[in-house]
């Protein structure tokens, strides 16, 4: 019975002591999630996980070090943690960069890498811990980010502040000592969060044996003892008696970097205390654990870099290595550094002997210096930070760290992306025997900008150029309301400034032949250096020559020709001609000669048509008229009524439906086609010619077709007469009857078929005669049905789409009709209206309309005139809005448009 009141006793000890741990987890997880949301995360880059609070200084970011500068050292390794936790060794380390740091206050600048709790024979022992913990936060109410870039790799610990609640580092955190525990070296620079603030109430000291113990003999301990039991006779408190220990070390011993370690068999401490009374931080801190702890102070030594209380970007140096010491009071761990400042470091002088006056962004400047003594001798090791700062106080650019070489630095460093007057400042680092001192004369900083324009080599005489560039800055910035000259022959000739984007334009023109020089030239501004970009042009008169100006509509245009530059063969010039979907391009050869070849497409206008010609790069734009016509061909009937014969002859573009017009001859006499291509010719008897002839004309080549008439008597061709009829005009039918009808949905019957990209097009295809119907949109297949296909679509690219539609029997394809739909912004298709105008006036007038205006041509054509024609200064709107406004337009300022061009166009024919 008594064992088993005994198990459930123990059971209900381990409930107990499980409930007890849930509350304190609970606990601290009420304490994380406070200090969370006293957080600002706006900016921390960290999603909303963690970030610096409002009270907190933010560290100017600083651009890190240029890596050249570091690289003669990054391979030196220096181990620090040996000799200084052993007190019967020197400590003498070397002036080597070990990290970078920014963004620290007074609260977080000593760096521990680990704690000691267990000193021996005068050499401490790290303390063991277990890595992997969950990071316990100290609600302070105030976090620190700062960061830390290593120069050589870290190993086993980083470096981190007292209460750091968050790394970016793949580190393992040991909630006892505070450190971080690395598996694998770093190199990477990494980020930290501490919530060290000032220590306003530590609480009590409790009892600990641990971080109490003593190893020291019987004597040495009680001479200790006595010496702490004096040092606190007045105070009252723990904290008190803490801060009396600190006071009396840093009053009565002597910060030495050149004292001597005591032999081995001498006790360090006794030896520090009692006689020499000089030494450097691990015997202040490791003696201040001693004296306390005799007291009955639990404490340890921390182990570490201390740096400077900053939140600019700063060198730690391997001199910089430290010990502390850290009390434990009932509210936490509270750092006590017991080391004095050191008064008897030597004073130095850095003085900078040579720096350039001026840089330009991305370049290296040239420091020279030197770094001495008061008196004048030489500092010979050590290293000197060159930075760059706008005011002596503000947070600057670290650009590099140069090396003493007998008192002497010299290097050169990289210009950041700045510009301006700056203060060159030479920071020599000190070390444990001299103090750090600093040096800032003035340079100026200049950004060289970029012209990106292309001046042509050769120009066409008397013919504008339009030249566009963009100024930019160093970085490629684009820099605005810039002054832009443009310069001929040592002649300002225009100026003009750089917009929004950095861009610019001109339009140059010069008549005189010759070998010009022109610049683009920007004066510069006060930190933005002046800068022209120029070259010689060779400016003469250009000829073409061109063999064919014929060609035939849906047949390809082949033409040699040559082109001449100033009347020399100009080779290498690419011409083009172009209009609408026509493009034939040629460059030619060294002789000047070219062969130019492109299909004339099937919508291509008839006559006389202008086509643009231009040759790149020269600024040279001009036009040709070449002469397009349609083949034709003819079908003829010869019927007898009422003793009259009658010979219809139907003039059409070969191999379509559609009609062509022109004078048709039968022997001596000649009828001109109506508006559908119909000639119609009445004899008495009938004609001996047996040939109508078509001779052609500018819009049509010309045809021939011969034909029979009747020998039958009257009365049997009266007979015949009404199924000769019948087979004609079911012959005619099938030439221009259509059994395929597209029915496209639109605001007005007649309206374009111009859609915005992405806008939703309704049709329906049907099918009026035999057979299947299938339908492709580019060439890919819809579908297919016997009656026909309703279809919705969108076009997600702009351009001319093609919807063909093909009526299928047994013996293949008996119909095919096609539609094209231009996808297009209605600005541009504002503008193509108005050029479909253009072309109507040009017709009617003929006239060239190529060099007058848009409110030029409307007037001359008396459009604008008077109020009562308000349908032309609506066009006109419209049309200059688009054009020159730049402007996105809207369907119904689409059809606004149209509607005002079909009424001009109207008025026109009535007129």
Not at 1 to 16: D, G, P, T
Not at 203 to 215: D, F, K, P, V, W
Not at 340 to 362: F, L, Q, W
Not at 552 to 568: A, H, L, Q
Request: aromatic letters at 10%; proline letters at 5%.
């Amino acid at each position: 019975m008594n064992r088993n009141f005994l198990k459930v006793r123990e059971e209900l000890l381990e409930a107990v002591k499980k409930l007890i741990s849930l509350v304190l987890i609970l606990v601290a997880l009420s304490f994380l999630l406070n200090f969370v949301s006293s957080l600002d995360f706006s900016n921390t880059g960290l999603s909303g996980f963690i970030g610096i609070g409002a009270e907190e200084i933010t560290p100017t970011e600083v651009i890190p070090p240029d890596v050249q500068k570091v690289k003669p050292y990054r391979n030196i390794k220096v181990s620090v943690s040996d000799s200084i936790a052993n007190l019967h060794e020197g400590f003498d380390p070397p002036q080597v960069p070990i990290f970078f740091v920014e963004g620290l206050n007074k609260y977080t600048n000593k760096l521990r890498l680990f704690t000691a709790a267990e000193y021996r024979n005068g050499k401490w022992t790290e303390e063991e811990g277990n890595y992997g913990e969950t990071p316990a936060v100290n609600p302070s109410g105030h976090v620190t980010k700062y960061r830390i870039t290593p120069v050589s790799e870290f190993s086993r610990h980083i470096p981190v502040a007292k209460d750091t609640a968050y790394v970016t580092a793949p580190a393992k955190f040991d909630r006892k000592t505070g450190a971080y525990l690395i598996e694998y070296n770093l190199s990477k620079p990494y980020d930290a969060y501490s919530t060290a603030w000032k220590v306003e109430d530590p609480g009590m000291i409790e009892e600990n044996s641990y971080y109490t113990q003593l190893h020291f003999s019987d004597e040495d301990l009680k001479r200790i003892r006595s010496l702490a039991e004096e040092i606190t006779v007045d105070a009252i408190t723990d904290y008190e008696r803490v801060i009396a220990v600190k006071e009396y070390l840093e009053e009565n011993y002597e910060y030495d970097p050149n004292y001597q370690p005591p032999p081995e068999d001498v006790e360090p401490v006794t030896y520090f205390l009692f006689e020499h009374k000089k030494g450097i931080c691990k015997e202040f801190a490791t003696s201040y654990v001693a004296l306390v702890r005799s007291l009955g102070i639990p404490a340890r030594a921390v182990f570490g870099y201390i740096a400077r209380p900053i939140p600019d970007n700063q060198t730690v140096m391997a001199s910089q290595a430290h010990v502390w010491a850290e009390v434990k009071f009932s509210k936490g761990w509270v750092e006590i550094d017991p080391t004095p400042s050191p008064e008897n470091m030597v004073p130095t002088v850095t003085e900078i002997t040579y720096a350039d006056p001026t840089a330009t962004k991305g370049s290296n400047f040239t420091v020279k210096g030197i770094v001495t003594t008061k008196d004048g001798l030489p500092i010979y090791g050590g290293y000197v930070e060159i930075s760059i700062k706008k005011t002596k106080n503000e947070t600057g650019f670290l650009l590099g760290v140069l090396k003493l070489n007998r008192g002497k630095f010299e290097g050169r460093v990289k210009v950041p992306d700045v510009s301006g007057k700056y203060h060159v400042v030479a920071h020599y680092v000190g070390s444990l025997r001299f103090k750090e001192s600093w040096s800032d004369p003035i340079i100026k900083i200049y950004s060289p900008p970029e012209i990106r324009v292309n001046i042509p080599a050769k120009m066409a005489a008397g013919i504008p150029f339009k030249l566009r560039g963009k100024i930019v800055d160093f970085n490629g910035t684009a820099i605005s309301d810039a002054d832009i000259f443009l310069r001929v022959d040592g002649k300002i000739i225009a100026k003009t400034k750089s917009d929004e984007n950095g861009v610019f334009y001109f339009t140059l023109e010069i008549e005189e032949e010759g070998r010009h020089h022109v610049s683009i030239e920007y004066l510069g501004s006060e930190f933005i250096m002046p800068l022209s970009e120029s070259r010689f042009v060779d400016v003469g008169r250009i000829e073409l020559l061109l063999d064919n100006k014929t060609a035939v509509k849906g047949r390809e245009w082949t033409s040699s020709g040559k082109i001449f530059f100033k009347g020399e063969p100009f080779g290498g010039a690419v011409i083009r001609f172009s209009r609408d979907d026509f493009v034939a391009e040629a460059v030619a050869d060294n002789s000047g000669s070219f062969i130019a070849k492109d299909k004339i497409p099937e919508n291509f206008d008839l006559g006389r048509v202008p086509v643009n010609f231009t040759i790149e790069g020269v600024g040279f734009e001009d036009t040709i008229n070449l002469s397009v016509r349609a083949e034709t061909e003819m079908d003829v009937s010869v019927k007898k009524e009422n003793d009259k014969t009658y010979i219809y002859v139907l003039l059409r573009e070969k191999g379509k439906s559609i009609p062509a017009f022109g004078v048709i001859k039968i022997g001596d006499r000649a009828v001109e086609t109506n508006n559908a291509g119909l000639a119609v010719f009445v004899y008495d008897e009938p004609p001996s010619a047996t040939k109508a002839v078509f001779e052609g004309n500018e819009r049509y080549l010309p045809s021939e077709k011969e034909f029979k008439t009747s020998t039958f008597p009257f009365l049997i061709f009266s007979i015949l007469i009404p199924f000769i009829a019948y087979v004609l005009i079911k012959k005619y039918r099938k030439l221009t009857a259509s059994y395929i009808v597209f029915e496209v949905e639109r605001e007005e019957e007649d309206l374009p078929l111009i859609w915005d990209v992405d806008e939703e097009i309704k049709m329906r295809v049907k099918n009026l005669g035999e057979g299947i119907l299938r339908v492709f949109i580019d060439g890919h297949a819809v579908g297919s049905h016997e009656k026909g296909l309703e279809i919705t679509i969108a076009f997600e690219e702009p351009g001319t789409h093609k919807i063909l539609a093909e009526r299928v029997g047994e013996k293949g394809v008996i119909e095919r009709e096609e539609i094209e739909i231009r996808i297009m912004n209605y600005r541009e298709a504002i503008i193509s209206i108005f050029s479909e105008l253009v072309k109507n006036l040009e017709k009617t007038g003929g006239i060239d309309l190529s060099d007058y205006t848009a409110r030029e041509i409307l007037k001359m054509f008396k459009i604008l005139n008077g109020r009562e024609k308000p349908e032309g200064r609506k066009l006109l709107k419209l049309f200059e809005l688009s054009k020159y406004g730049l402007r996105d337009a809207d369907r119904k300022e689409f059809i606004e448009a149209y509607n005002s061009y079909k009424s001009v166009r109207g008025d026109l024919i009535e007129g």
